[in-house]
């Protein structure tokens, strides 16, 4: 057959019991029950670690350093006397950096609290760690410090599922005096090594363990630094942070400064405003990902600590869309990067199609070696309309006409999947069903292996049509054809993405509208073309992309703002009055922060602007509890229950599309829009939220300075 005609067909009728991962949800191992709930995780780019609140990483845990998908620490453990030690306090202190205040418990010879031990570790070119020691006793001390180290080169895969025993593969060639511990290991083409060097060389080395005999005078103090030095790709750019008064004093002079200099400076009357988008801007920081195209340095959002610390196509385009107020860098970063991806021919072990956006790129052992689909892994249906929405959205700020011709080819290969690839029936709807043994059964937003069900709880047949995936392309094609009339120059493609996109309108409007319950849009059509009767919060995608018909419009907004839609902290993923409805299930009635923001976006774009400040509110007021920071999803509890927002057990946190979502609570707040090559803005703001001042907003190639209270505002050229 040709590309032209060749249709894939799925393999298997029902969705796999798959999470995001593609790992039988059954089986995920929780974070962070095994290091306790006060474990700490430090990021930088595509590198993590995550320890126990005294810094330790106990040998069997989900603990460790992990780089490119690849653990090189499994083990990680200080002692004193062979004894572990007393926890003060610890944390972050920067997403990239923390510190841990520690001492010793009673030993031979040593009462307790005779010995101060601080341990401060960054993420940077390695991973670096300062052991302080400072002597409190009244007389001189003697003692051991031993460090035990571990590396498992367990794939992030195996971290969470189950891991094989590598140690006979393992080879240690540990430094005679003291001066590192090295362990390598080699899988046919797949090599990682880890080295641990130690300055000053330890008294002695005994197996994995280096171990100085210490000797402090009252009042002395000792210090050691340990470093774990880690490779980067040839499309990678190395971190600049390789000396400890450098991390700390915050010094930047990589790609992502270039994105936090063009930042506006925001301003608020409002501490919860500042300490969320303060919090905000750090994480997005330390959750990007840099890359070279062109030998031009780019950045992007990866998707989530710890698990998905990646490029995901879904999550960086809407990170980079709710972020772009903020400037274009990431959006353009983004778009670059995935374009570069672009899928090329028929893989059905990686779900690939032509044309078509990837979901996810791993890089880790099991990927290198072909047994997981990841390098990369394009099992998704809706990626490819959000890369088009992305780009006109970016064009619309920054006016880059250059760019958006230079995307002429995967422009033209997007729509091509669209029209040919994506729907797989011919029915004028984009389904999902995966051909490979280890796809994704759910390819939208709720892909989990239950994202998607009936109200009384069954799963649908393959293959799945979403409904805000049909609200993405009606969109995507409205966008590309106002980009055909512009920078593309070609009329005959604007008249028929609008002839589409109307016929879309109205097949969808007659085929998704549920009469029933006062009236909803369902979640999606299955395999039978039967309409999937849960009521979710993908009503409200369609309100973001403009498919809802004004007359609906109220009856969705009424929907999503009922109180078994909405829990006091944002809408559910899925109303209380259905079967399927648990407030801890992964998208089964959770409340996600990302959800919630394009919700309230959609609500403003149809007038609904009270609603709207309904949910960004009460989203700021959860933020509170988790020191500003909007995790991944909280639990779906009404808030009266709890009287603050119950954490979601195995949320990410940071989150990309979680920590942009204040930004785009801003934009909302603000009616921030480009029109008729201006920066307009029409606010309401509450009235406890004060003044907000944006001064340097990037738009239309100069920058902006705005400022609103209440429902009133100012938008100037700025000096």
Request: glycine content about 10%; charged content about 25%; some cysteine.
């Amino acid at each position: 057959m040709t590309d032209a005609v060749r249709r894939p067909t799925p393999a298997d009728p029902m969705p796999g019991l798959e999470s995001e991962s593609g790992l039988p949800s059954a089986v995920i191992r929780n974070l962070p029950p095994e290091l306790g709930p006060d474990a700490v995780a430090v990021v930088e780019g595509r590198t993590f670690m995550i320890s126990d609140a005294t810094g330790d990483i106990p040998e069997g845990t989900i603990g460790g350093l992990v780089h490119d998908d690849t653990r090189f620490l499994s083990r990680w453990v200080l002692r004193i006397g062979g004894a572990p030690l007393l926890l003060l306090s610890s944390g972050t202190v920067e997403d990239y950096s923390a510190a841990f205040f520690l001492t010793n418990p009673g030993i031979d010879g040593i009462q307790a609290n005779s010995i101060g031990v601080r341990r401060q570790r960054f993420i940077g070119d390695g991973m670096h760690e300062r052991v302080t020691l400072e002597c409190f006793a009244n007389k001189a001390i003697t003692f051991d410090l031993r460090l035990s180290a571990g590396a498992d080169f367990a794939d992030l895969f195996e971290i969470k599922d189950s891991i094989p025993d590598r140690s006979q593969t393992i080879v240690r060639s540990h430094g005679s005096h003291g001066t590192h511990l090295d362990f390598s290991y080699r899988n046919g083409t797949f090599r990682a090594s880890t080295r641990v060097e130690a300055v000053p060389p330890a008294s002695r080395t005994e197996g994995d363990d280096l171990v100085w005999q210490v000797t402090l005078e009252p009042g002395q103090q000792w210090q050691c630094e340990l470093t774990v030095p880690l490779q980067f790709g040839a499309l990678q750019v190395t971190p600049k942070h390789r000396q400890f008064g450098e991390v700390f004093d915050g010094v930047r002079e990589d790609a992502v400064s270039v994105w936090s200099n063009e930042c506006a400076e925001l301003r608020f009357d409002s501490e919860l405003l500042r300490g969320v988008l303060d919090k905000t801007k750090a994480d997005l920081a330390a959750l990007r990902i840099e890359k070279s195209a062109g030998g031009v340095p780019i950045v992007l959002p990866a998707a989530g600590l710890p698990w998905f610390l990646t490029i995901f196509g879904r999550d960086s385009l809407i990170s980079a869309y709710q972020t772009i107020v903020a400037g274009p860098s990431l959006a353009r970063g983004t778009l670059l990067a995935l374009a570069s991806a672009q899928g090329t021919r028929f893989d059905d072990f990686r779900d690939e199609e032509p044309g078509k956006i990837l979901h996810e790129i791993r890089s880790g052992e099991l990927t290198q070696l072909n047994q997981k689909p990841h390098n990369p892994y394009y099992g998704t249906a809706d990626a490819t309309q959000l890369w088009l929405i992305l780009l006109s959205e970016y064009w619309r700020w920054s006016g880059d006409d250059d760019l958006v011709r230079g995307f002429r080819d995967n422009i033209d290969a997007a729509v091509r999947w669209i029209d040919e690839y994506g729907d797989l029936d011919g029915d004028g709807y984009i389904e999902y069903a995966t051909r490979s043994a280890q796809g994704l059964g759910n390819q939208c937003w709720r892909d989990s292996w239950d994202g998607i069900k009936f109200a009384d709880g069954t799963i649908p047949v393959l293959p799945i049509a979403t409904c805000e995936i049909q609200g993405y392309t009606y969109d995507a094609r409205i966008r590309l054809a106002e980009l055909a009339d512009g920078p593309l120059g070609d009329p005959a493609l604007a008249h028929r993405q609008r002839t589409l996109a109307g016929e879309l309108y109205d097949r969808f409007n007659r085929d998704f509208w549920i009469e029933a319950r006062g009236g909803y849009y369902a979640v999606g059509l299955d395999g039978e073309k039967r309409c999937i009767d849960s009521m979710t919060s993908n009503m409200g995608h369609l309100l973001w992309s403009g498919i809802v018909p004004p007359e609906r419009a109220r009856i969705v907004a009424n929907q999503l703002m009922s109180e078994a839609m909405f829990s006091g902290w944002g809408v559910r993923t899925t109303s209380t009055e259905d079967e399927g409805y648990n407030p801890i299930g992964y998208h089964a009635g959770t409340v996600w922060p990302h959800d919630n923001s394009l919700i309230a976006h959609g609500l403003a774009r149809y007038g609904f602007r009270q609603e709207a400040n309904r949910i960004i509110t009460a989203m700021l007021d959860a933020a509170t509890y988790s020191n500003y920071r909007l995790p991944e999803a909280f639990s779906g509890y009404d808030r009266p229950y709890g009287r603050l927002p119950v954490p979601y057990p195995t949320a990410c946190s940071p989150q990309a599309w979680s920590a942009g979502a204040p930004m785009l609570f801003v934009r909302t707040l603000l009616g921030l829009e480009i029109r008729d090559g201006r920066l307009v803005a029409d606010p309401l703001l509450p009235v406890e939220f004060g003044r907000v001042a944006m001064d340097g907003v990037p738009a239309l190639g100069t920058l902006w300075n705005v400022e609103a209270t209440g429902d009133t505002a100012s938008v100037r050229l700025a000096d």
